[in-house]
C-alpha cells in the first residue's frame, strides 16, 4: 500500500467551500465536492479518468454540528475533542465529529464525493414497505425538512420502476439526494449518494405548477446507467447520458399520476411528450455538417467536457436513438436486451460496441450501419414528403426529398420514412414506409380510395424530421383524430405555417377544449402565436382554461405580439388582453402563470 500526506490549500476546481457571508446570514458554510469530468484529482490523488473501478473509503473530522456525507454506508460517527490554536498563541478544546464512510463496491474516481454542512435530513423510504431495506435520505438547507416529500416524495417508486426495467435491484447501500449551496450543475450522480443544486426543494405552494421529476429520476437513473455500467472513455458518455435521460420517459411512461394531474401526465402519451421534446432539441441543434462537427460518440475532443456539450448531444440525441432502437428491435427484444446488458456488463466500463453486441443478440438483426449512421455522424435527416393521388389510377403517390445540407461528407440518411394511412371506412391505420438512400425517393401505392389522412412519423420511428404536403382540410382533421399525440402535434405545426384563415378556427378550438391533451393545447397556441394573431389568443385568453400550462402560453404569446403596431391599433383589443394578464398576475394559483403574467406586463406596457 502507498500512504500519500497532504495539505490542500484552496484547489482550482473539484472541491468548493462556499464560506458563511454577512451577505447569508442565516447560510451556515458548507463543502462540497464535484468529480465529473477529471476534477477529483484536484483534492485527491487519483488516476482521474473512467475506465478504472475501485473501493473508496472516506475518513472525515468536521466541526460538532456538521454533517458529513460521502459514498456508500457510515461506518461509524464518533465524537472527539480537539485542541484548536486560538489567535492569542494557545489552543482551544474544541468539539469535533469523525464520520466514516466505506464504498466497498467498486465505482470510478468522479463518482467519489464529499459533503460537509449543516442539513434537514428526511428519509423518504416507503415506512410500511416491509421488503424495502435501504435508507432514502434527502439533506436540505435548515428549516426546508418539510418541503421534502413534495419533491422527493416519489424516490421511491421511481426506484422500483428502473429495477423492473433493468432487471437488477439498487445496486447501493442507500440512496442519499443532497442539495448543496452554489452547485454548479444540476445534478450529480454520485454513488449512492446524488448532489443536487442548491434551490432543488420546492416550497408545497409552488408545487401545482412546478416538479422536479424529470431531474430526480435522470440522477437516479445514473446509478445503473453511469455508476454501476460506466462509459469507458468520455467519447462514449452516451451510454450514462443518453440511458439516464431515456428512462426519464419511462417512468412518465409507467408512473401514476400525482394528485391534481390530468391522466395523460402518465402512460404513452406522456412518454411520447417527454421524447418529442428529446427529438425537438436534436432537430433544432445538430445539423450534419462533417468535418466541422464530429458524431456523438466521436473520439475528437481537446477537453471531456466536449464531449457532454456536442451539438449532436449525448443527452437529447441518446435518449433519441435508444426510443429509435426500441421501435426498431420492438418491445420484446428491446427490454430483454435492456435486461441482458446490464446483468453482462455490471461492475464494468462499456463502449458502444458492447451495448450494440447485446442488441444484436437480443434481436438478431446486425445493428453496425444503424449504431454508425446515429452514434458516429452528425446531424439527422429532414424530410419533405409531396402526396399526391390520381383517381384515374386509384394511386397514391408519395415523393420524399431530403433537404439537410448533403455533400460528399455528409451524404443523405440511409432511412425508411414511416408513413401512415387512414382510408375511409377503416378502424385501424395502414401503416408503410418510403426507403431513401439517397436525396429523392418515392412509392406509388394501389388503393380502392383516396386516404383521409396521411401522416409521416406518427410514433418517432425515425430520428429527424418528416413534414407531409397535403390537402389543408387532412391537417386539420389529423388536428383532432391523427393516431398519435405526436401526429396531432405535428398537425397543428404545420397549421402554424399556413396564412389566411386557414385552421384558425380548429386550433382555436382545440386550445380551449379540456378534453384535448396539455401538450397539443399549448402547441395550438404556439402555432397562432406563429401566425401572429393576437386576437385568436385574446379571444383565448377570455375563455375559462382549466390548464395553468396552457394559461401561461397564452400569457407568453400575448407578451410576445404586444409591441407590433398592428396589434396596439385595436385599442379595445389590446386593453381587454392586458386587462386578463392584470387580473392572472394578481390572482391566478399558477406561480408560472402569475410570473408570466408580469413580465407579460412588461412587455405590454413598453412602447413598440
Not at 421524447?275 to 445539423?287: G, P, R, Y
Not at 462537427?293 to 467536457?305: K, T
Not at 402547441?523 to 382554461?545: D, N, Y
Request: charged residues 25%; proline residues 5%; hydrophobic residues 40%.
Amino acid at each position: 500500500s502507498v500512504r500519500t500526506v497532504y495539505q490542500l490549500d484552496d484547489p482550482q476546481l473539484g472541491l468548493w467551500w462556499t464560506p458563511s457571508s454577512p451577505a447569508w446570514p442565516n447560510r451556515p458554510p458548507q463543502i462540497h465536492s464535484q468529480g465529473q469530468p477529471e476534477t477529483n484529482s484536484f483534492w485527491f490523488p487519483c488516476h482521474d479518468f473512467p475506465n478504472d473501478r475501485l473501493t473508496t473509503e472516506l475518513i472525515v473530522t468536521a466541526p460538532a454540528g456538521f454533517t458529513v456525507s460521502s459514498n456508500g454506508r457510515l461506518v461509524s460517527r464518533e465524537k472527539k475533542v480537539e485542541a484548536v490554536d486560538n489567535d492569542s498563541g494557545g489552543a482551544d478544546l474544541k468539539g469535533f465529529e469523525r464520520w466514516h464512510w466505506l464504498q466497498d463496491q467498486e465505482h470510478v474516481n468522479y463518482l467519489v464525493t464529499l459533503v460537509v454542512g449543516k442539513f434537514d435530513v428526511v428519509d423518504v423510504a416507503p415506512k410500511h414497505d416491509k421488503s424495502w431495506t435501504f435508507a432514502l435520505p434527502v439533506y436540505v438547507p435548515q428549516g426546508r425538512g418539510g418541503d421534502v416529500p413534495g419533491t422527493y416524495g416519489r424516490t421511491a417508486e421511481m426506484i422500483r420502476v428502473f429495477e423492473d426495467v433493468t432487471g437488477r435491484a439498487y445496486p447501493w447501500d442507500r440512496y442519499a439526494q443532497l442539495v448543496v449551496w452554489n452547485f454548479g450543475s444540476g445534478g450529480m450522480e454520485n454513488t449512492s449518494a446524488t448532489t443536487m443544486y442548491d434551490t432543488a426543494i420546492i416550497p408545497k405552494d409552488a408545487l401545482l405548477d412546478h416538479d422536479l421529476q424529470g431531474l430526480i429520476s435522470h440522477e437516479l437513473v445514473h446509478q445503473w446507467f453511469g455508476d454501476l455500467i460506466t462509459c469507458d472513455s468520455w467519447d462514449h458518455i452516451w451510454l450514462n447520458e443518453g440511458w439516464a435521460t431515456y428512462m426519464t420517459g419511462l417512468w412518465f411512461e409507467r408512473r401514476t399520476p400525482s394528485p391534481g394531474e390530468p391522466p395523460a401526465s402518465s402512460g404513452i402519451d406522456a412518454y411520447y411528450n417527454y421524447i418529442l421534446a428529446n427529438f425537438d432539441s436534436v432537430i433544432d441543434n445538430d445539423k450534419p455538417d462533417a468535418p466541422n462537427v464530429v458524431g456523438m460518440a466521436s473520439n475528437e475532443y481537446l477537453h471531456p467536457w466536449e464531449t457532454f456539450r456536442r451539438a449532436a448531444n449525448p443527452y437529447s440525441k441518446g435518449s433519441s436513438v435508444l426510443h429509435t432502437l426500441r421501435q426498431r428491435m420492438g418491445d420484446r427484444a428491446f427490454f430483454e436486451a435492456v435486461r441482458q446488458y446490464v446483468r453482462e456488463r455490471q461492475w464494468t466500463t462499456v463502449r458502444t460496441e458492447d451495448f450494440r453486441e447485446v442488441c444484436e443478440r437480443a434481436s438478431g438483426q446486425d445493428l453496425g450501419a444503424f449504431f454508425q449512421q446515429w452514434t458516429q455522424r452528425p446531424g439527422v435527416p429532414r424530410v419533405d414528403v409531396t402526396a399526391s393521388w390520381d383517381a384515374n389510377r386509384r394511386v397514391l403517390t408519395l415523393a420524399a426529398k431530403q433537404v439537410q445540407k448533403m455533400d460528399a461528407a455528409n451524404p443523405a440518411f440511409v432511412v425508411d420514412v414511416p408513413i401512415w394511412l387512414k382510408m375511409p371506412g377503416a378502424e385501424t391505420w395502414r401503416t408503410m414506409a418510403i426507403p431513401m438512400s439517397s436525396e429523392e425517393a418515392g412509392v406509388e401505392v394501389s388503393l380502392e380510395r383516396e386516404p383521409e389522412m396521411i401522416v409521416g412519423n406518427a410514433t418517432l420511428e425515425m430520428l429527424g424530421e418528416v413534414r407531409v404536403t397535403q390537402a389543408v382540410h387532412r391537417v386539420v382533421r389529423q388536428l383532432t383524430d391523427g393516431p398519435t399525440l405526436v401526429s396531432r402535434v405535428h398537425a397543428a405545426r404545420a397549421l402554424g405555417r399556413e396564412t389566411g384563415d386557414v385552421g384558425v378556427q380548429a386550433l382555436r378550438r382545440v386550445a380551449i377544449d379540456k378534453a384535448q391533451s396539455v401538450r397539443l393545447r399549448t402547441e395550438c397556441v404556439k402555432a397562432l402565436v406563429k401566425r401572429r394573431l393576437f386576437g385568436e389568443l385574446q379571444a383565448i385568453a377570455s375563455a375559462t382554461i382549466d390548464r395553468w400550462e396552457v394559461r401561461e402560453e397564452v400569457v407568453r404569446g400575448l407578451a410576445s405580439l404586444a409591441s407590433e403596431a398592428e396589434v396596439r391599433t385595436n385599442l379595445f383589443q389590446f386593453k381587454d388582453a392586458e386587462r386578463k394578464v392584470l387580473d392572472w398576475a394578481r390572482k391566478d394559483k399558477s406561480l408560472k402563470v402569475r410570473a408570466a403574467s408580469i413580465r407579460g406586463l412588461g412587455a405590454m406596457k413598453s412602447e413598440p
